[in-house]
Protein backbone atom coordinates (compact mmCIF):
# COMPACT_ATOMS: atom_id res chain seq x y z
CA UNK A 1 0.00 0.00 0.00
CA UNK A 2 0.95 3.50 -0.81
CA UNK A 3 2.74 5.28 1.87
CA UNK A 4 0.04 8.13 1.80
CA UNK A 5 -3.06 5.84 1.61
CA UNK A 6 -1.59 3.86 4.41
CA UNK A 7 -1.34 7.58 6.69
CA UNK A 8 -4.71 8.13 5.36
CA UNK A 9 -5.94 4.91 6.59
CA UNK A 10 -4.59 5.24 10.17
CA UNK A 11 -5.80 9.03 10.23
CA UNK A 12 -9.45 7.88 9.46
CA UNK A 13 -9.49 5.28 11.48
CA UNK A 14 -8.20 6.70 14.38
CA UNK A 15 -10.86 9.83 13.97
CA UNK A 16 -13.56 7.05 14.13
CA UNK A 17 -12.12 5.41 17.22
CA UNK A 18 -12.03 9.11 18.82
CA UNK A 19 -15.98 9.98 17.70
CA UNK A 20 -16.89 5.84 18.44
CA UNK A 21 -15.46 6.07 22.12
CA UNK A 22 -16.85 9.52 22.56
CA UNK A 23 -20.15 8.01 23.29
CA UNK A 24 -19.35 6.83 26.71
CA UNK A 25 -17.76 10.44 27.52
CA UNK A 26 -20.62 12.07 26.11
CA UNK A 27 -22.64 10.34 28.16
CA UNK A 28 -21.62 12.34 31.21
CA UNK A 29 -23.00 15.38 29.83
CA UNK A 30 -26.65 14.11 30.15
CA UNK A 31 -27.44 16.87 32.29
CA UNK A 32 -25.38 19.84 31.62
CA UNK A 33 -27.57 22.39 29.10
CA UNK A 34 -26.90 21.16 25.84
CA UNK A 35 -25.48 24.13 23.75
CA UNK A 36 -23.78 25.92 26.45
CA UNK A 37 -21.27 22.56 26.92
CA UNK A 38 -20.90 22.87 22.89
CA UNK A 39 -19.67 26.63 23.03
CA UNK A 40 -17.41 25.79 26.10
CA UNK A 41 -16.01 22.52 23.87
CA UNK A 42 -15.52 24.89 21.19
CA UNK A 43 -13.87 28.36 22.44
CA UNK A 44 -11.30 25.94 23.98
CA UNK A 45 -10.85 23.97 20.87
CA UNK A 46 -10.55 27.22 18.94
CA UNK A 47 -7.86 28.38 21.25
CA UNK A 48 -5.79 25.30 20.99
CA UNK A 49 -6.00 25.40 17.30
CA UNK A 50 -5.24 29.12 17.43
CA UNK A 51 -1.98 28.68 19.25
CA UNK A 52 -1.24 25.71 16.71
CA UNK A 53 -1.79 27.97 13.79
CA UNK A 54 1.09 30.78 15.73
CA UNK A 55 3.02 27.91 16.52
CA UNK A 56 3.31 26.61 12.90
CA UNK A 57 3.53 29.77 11.37
CA UNK A 58 0.45 30.29 9.86
CA UNK A 59 -1.08 33.50 9.22
CA UNK A 60 -4.93 34.18 8.49
CA UNK A 61 -6.15 33.37 4.84
CA UNK A 62 -9.08 35.46 3.93
CA UNK A 63 -11.63 33.28 2.02
CA UNK A 64 -14.07 35.18 -0.55
CA UNK A 65 -17.27 34.53 -2.86
CA UNK A 66 -18.41 30.98 -2.52
CA UNK A 67 -15.67 29.64 -0.97
CA UNK A 68 -16.76 31.88 2.17
CA UNK A 69 -20.03 30.38 1.57
CA UNK A 70 -18.76 26.82 1.56
CA UNK A 71 -16.76 27.21 4.69
CA UNK A 72 -20.11 29.05 6.66
CA UNK A 73 -22.51 26.18 4.91
CA UNK A 74 -20.03 23.86 6.30
CA UNK A 75 -19.97 25.27 10.07
CA UNK A 76 -23.60 25.54 9.89
CA UNK A 77 -24.51 22.39 8.78
CA UNK A 78 -21.40 19.54 9.52
CA UNK A 79 -21.26 21.17 13.30
CA UNK A 80 -24.33 23.19 14.03
CA UNK A 81 -27.09 21.19 12.30
CA UNK A 82 -25.34 18.07 12.34
CA UNK A 83 -25.98 18.57 16.78
CA UNK A 84 -28.97 20.02 16.64
CA UNK A 85 -30.25 17.08 14.55
CA UNK A 86 -28.91 14.35 17.20
CA UNK A 87 -30.75 16.48 19.78
CA UNK A 88 -34.33 16.72 18.17
CA UNK A 89 -33.74 13.24 16.42
CA UNK A 90 -33.12 11.48 20.07
CA UNK A 91 -36.81 13.08 21.62
CA UNK A 92 -38.52 10.63 18.52
CA UNK A 93 -36.51 7.87 18.04
CA UNK A 94 -34.24 5.32 19.44
CA UNK A 95 -30.25 5.72 19.40
CA UNK A 96 -30.02 2.40 17.45
CA UNK A 97 -32.16 4.24 14.15
CA UNK A 98 -29.77 7.63 14.44
CA UNK A 99 -27.09 5.92 14.39
CA UNK A 100 -28.20 3.09 11.91
CA UNK A 101 -28.95 6.15 9.41
CA UNK A 102 -25.88 7.91 9.66
CA UNK A 103 -24.15 4.87 9.29
CA UNK A 104 -25.61 5.40 5.66
CA UNK A 105 -22.54 7.66 5.06
CA UNK A 106 -20.41 5.79 3.33
CA UNK A 107 -23.12 4.92 0.61
CA UNK A 108 -23.96 8.67 0.31
CA UNK A 109 -20.26 9.92 0.13
CA UNK A 110 -19.47 6.95 -2.79
CA UNK A 111 -22.23 8.34 -4.36
CA UNK A 112 -22.57 11.99 -4.43
CA UNK A 113 -18.40 12.40 -4.61
CA UNK A 114 -18.16 11.34 -8.29
CA UNK A 115 -21.33 12.48 -9.60
CA UNK A 116 -20.46 16.49 -7.87
CA UNK A 117 -17.17 16.05 -9.68
CA UNK A 118 -18.89 14.85 -13.01
CA UNK A 119 -17.99 11.72 -13.19
CA UNK A 120 -19.81 8.14 -13.11
CA UNK A 121 -19.87 6.86 -9.35
CA UNK A 122 -17.03 3.49 -8.97
CA UNK A 123 -19.00 0.18 -8.66
CA UNK A 124 -16.63 -0.82 -6.10
CA UNK A 125 -16.77 2.01 -3.77
CA UNK A 126 -20.94 1.74 -3.63
CA UNK A 127 -20.67 -1.75 -2.47
CA UNK A 128 -18.15 -1.38 -0.25
CA UNK A 129 -20.55 1.52 1.00
CA UNK A 130 -23.12 -0.66 1.04
CA UNK A 131 -21.19 -3.57 2.84
CA UNK A 132 -19.87 -0.82 5.68
CA UNK A 133 -23.38 1.25 6.45
CA UNK A 134 -25.04 -2.61 6.44
CA UNK A 135 -22.49 -3.81 9.14
CA UNK A 136 -22.32 -0.72 11.27
CA UNK A 137 -26.62 -0.86 11.11
CA UNK A 138 -26.01 -4.58 12.45
CA UNK A 139 -23.64 -3.95 14.85
CA UNK A 140 -25.67 -0.94 16.70
CA UNK A 141 -29.22 -2.38 15.80
CA UNK A 142 -31.68 -1.36 13.37
CA UNK A 143 -34.04 0.48 15.96
CA UNK A 144 -37.46 2.46 15.58
CA UNK A 145 -39.25 5.27 16.06
CA UNK A 146 -41.41 8.27 15.00
CA UNK A 147 -41.20 9.54 11.50
CA UNK A 148 -40.11 12.99 12.73
CA UNK A 149 -37.12 10.50 14.70
CA UNK A 150 -36.58 9.33 10.94
CA UNK A 151 -36.54 13.12 9.15
CA UNK A 152 -34.14 14.39 11.97
CA UNK A 153 -31.98 11.23 11.50
CA UNK A 154 -31.62 12.20 8.39
CA UNK A 155 -31.02 16.05 8.61
CA UNK A 156 -27.77 14.32 11.04
CA UNK A 157 -26.68 12.31 7.88
CA UNK A 158 -26.88 15.17 5.89
CA UNK A 159 -24.69 17.17 8.33
CA UNK A 160 -22.35 14.39 8.70
CA UNK A 161 -21.73 14.02 4.89
CA UNK A 162 -20.94 17.55 4.11
CA UNK A 163 -18.99 17.67 6.66
CA UNK A 164 -16.64 16.34 4.73
CA UNK A 165 -18.09 17.05 1.10
CA UNK A 166 -17.81 20.70 1.89
CA UNK A 167 -14.15 20.78 2.96
CA UNK A 168 -13.12 18.87 -0.04
CA UNK A 169 -12.55 22.16 -1.89
CA UNK A 170 -11.26 24.41 1.19
CA UNK A 171 -8.69 21.64 1.92
CA UNK A 172 -6.43 22.89 -1.06
CA UNK A 173 -6.81 26.40 0.11
CA UNK A 174 -6.52 26.60 3.71
CA UNK A 175 -5.06 23.26 4.64
CA UNK A 176 -6.16 20.64 7.40
CA UNK A 177 -5.25 22.90 10.33
CA UNK A 178 -5.92 25.83 9.26
CA UNK A 179 -9.63 25.10 8.24
CA UNK A 180 -10.26 23.33 11.34
CA UNK A 181 -9.41 26.39 13.63
CA UNK A 182 -11.77 28.42 11.19
CA UNK A 183 -14.81 25.71 12.18
CA UNK A 184 -14.25 25.80 15.23
CA UNK A 185 -13.96 29.71 16.07
CA UNK A 186 -17.27 30.10 13.88
CA UNK A 187 -19.28 27.43 15.89
CA UNK A 188 -18.78 29.60 19.05
CA UNK A 189 -21.35 32.04 18.29
CA UNK A 190 -23.49 29.81 16.24
CA UNK A 191 -23.91 27.86 19.60
CA UNK A 192 -23.63 30.47 22.16
CA UNK A 193 -26.46 32.01 20.32
CA UNK A 194 -28.69 28.86 20.21
CA UNK A 195 -27.66 28.45 23.70
CA UNK A 196 -29.49 32.08 24.45
CA UNK A 197 -32.51 31.26 22.37
CA UNK A 198 -32.67 27.85 24.08
CA UNK A 199 -31.81 27.89 27.71
CA UNK A 200 -32.01 31.57 28.14
CA UNK A 201 -29.99 32.41 31.39
CA UNK A 202 -29.52 28.49 31.85
CA UNK A 203 -27.16 28.26 29.15
CA UNK A 204 -23.92 27.76 31.31
CA UNK A 205 -23.34 26.86 35.11
CA UNK A 206 -20.08 25.57 36.45
CA UNK A 207 -19.36 21.92 35.37
CA UNK A 208 -19.25 18.90 38.24
CA UNK A 209 -15.81 16.77 38.40
CA UNK A 210 -17.66 14.27 35.67
CA UNK A 211 -18.99 16.82 33.77
CA UNK A 212 -15.59 19.06 33.44
CA UNK A 213 -13.40 15.62 32.54
CA UNK A 214 -15.85 15.20 29.72
CA UNK A 215 -16.11 18.97 28.47
CA UNK A 216 -11.49 18.43 28.33
CA UNK A 217 -12.57 14.96 26.25
CA UNK A 218 -14.39 16.54 24.03
CA UNK A 219 -12.14 19.61 23.42
CA UNK A 220 -9.07 18.27 23.52
CA UNK A 221 -9.21 14.84 22.03
CA UNK A 222 -12.84 15.20 19.53
CA UNK A 223 -12.41 18.51 18.57
CA UNK A 224 -8.73 19.85 18.52
CA UNK A 225 -7.38 16.28 17.66
CA UNK A 226 -10.48 14.65 15.49
CA UNK A 227 -11.04 17.35 13.57
CA UNK A 228 -7.13 17.48 12.05
CA UNK A 229 -6.81 13.28 11.94
CA UNK A 230 -10.04 13.66 9.83
CA UNK A 231 -9.09 16.45 7.43
CA UNK A 232 -5.51 14.40 7.02
CA UNK A 233 -7.57 11.55 5.73
CA UNK A 234 -9.44 13.32 3.43
CA UNK A 235 -6.67 14.92 2.00
CA UNK A 236 -4.96 11.65 1.17
CA UNK A 237 -7.93 9.41 0.54
CA UNK A 238 -10.54 11.71 -0.82
CA UNK A 239 -14.48 11.89 0.40
CA UNK A 240 -15.50 8.72 -0.87
CA UNK A 241 -12.82 6.24 0.36
CA UNK A 242 -12.79 8.52 3.80
CA UNK A 243 -16.20 7.66 4.18
CA UNK A 244 -16.24 4.65 4.43
CA UNK A 245 -14.51 5.00 7.92
CA UNK A 246 -17.65 6.14 9.57
CA UNK A 247 -18.56 2.61 9.82
CA UNK A 248 -15.98 2.34 12.36
CA UNK A 249 -17.57 4.72 14.66
CA UNK A 250 -20.34 2.44 15.97
CA UNK A 251 -18.13 -0.39 16.54
CA UNK A 252 -15.65 1.43 18.53
CA UNK A 253 -18.10 2.62 20.53
CA UNK A 254 -19.36 -1.03 21.02
CA UNK A 255 -15.90 -1.88 21.90
CA UNK A 256 -15.12 0.94 24.31
CA UNK A 257 -18.50 0.13 26.05
CA UNK A 258 -16.60 -3.57 26.55
CA UNK A 259 -13.65 -2.37 27.94
CA UNK A 260 -15.43 0.02 30.29
CA UNK A 261 -17.27 -3.22 31.32
CA UNK A 262 -20.79 -1.26 30.59
CA UNK A 263 -21.68 -3.33 27.66
CA UNK A 264 -21.01 -6.87 26.54
CA UNK A 265 -20.27 -7.52 22.24
CA UNK A 266 -22.73 -9.86 21.52
CA UNK A 267 -23.47 -12.04 17.60
CA UNK A 268 -24.53 -9.18 15.98
CA UNK A 269 -21.77 -6.06 17.17
CA UNK A 270 -19.02 -9.40 16.20
CA UNK A 271 -21.17 -9.86 12.69
CA UNK A 272 -21.44 -6.46 12.10
CA UNK A 273 -17.57 -5.48 12.75
CA UNK A 274 -16.54 -8.08 10.21
CA UNK A 275 -19.00 -7.06 7.70
CA UNK A 276 -17.27 -3.21 8.12
CA UNK A 277 -14.00 -4.41 8.12
CA UNK A 278 -14.52 -6.19 4.84
CA UNK A 279 -16.15 -3.12 3.60
CA UNK A 280 -13.30 -0.71 4.18
CA UNK A 281 -11.07 -3.38 3.05
CA UNK A 282 -12.65 -3.86 -0.32
CA UNK A 283 -13.35 -0.41 -0.77
CA UNK A 284 -10.29 1.10 0.16
CA UNK A 285 -8.23 -0.01 -3.10
CA UNK A 286 -10.68 1.63 -5.53
CA UNK A 287 -9.13 4.41 -7.49
Known amino acids: MDRGIARGVAAASAAQWILGSSAAV??????????GGQAIRYTFAAIILLVLCRLRGLSFVPLRGFDLVRLVLL?????????????????????????????CT???????????????PSLRLLGAGAVVSLG???????????????????????GEVLFSLLAVSLLPK????????????????????????????????????????????????????????????????????????????????????AMLGTGRPGLAEIAGTALVAIGVVYGIGAG
Open 106 to 120: PVVLALLTPLLARKP
Open 136 to 158: AGIAQGFGGGHPLGFLFSAGALA
Open 75 to 103: ACTGLVGFNVCIQLALRYTAPTTLGTIIG
Open 174 to 257: LGVLRLSTYLCVLAVPMFATLGFVVDGSNVLRMPTSAELFALAYLTLILSALGFLIWYSALERLGAARTGLFCGLAPVAAAATS
Open 26 to 35: SALLVAYPVF
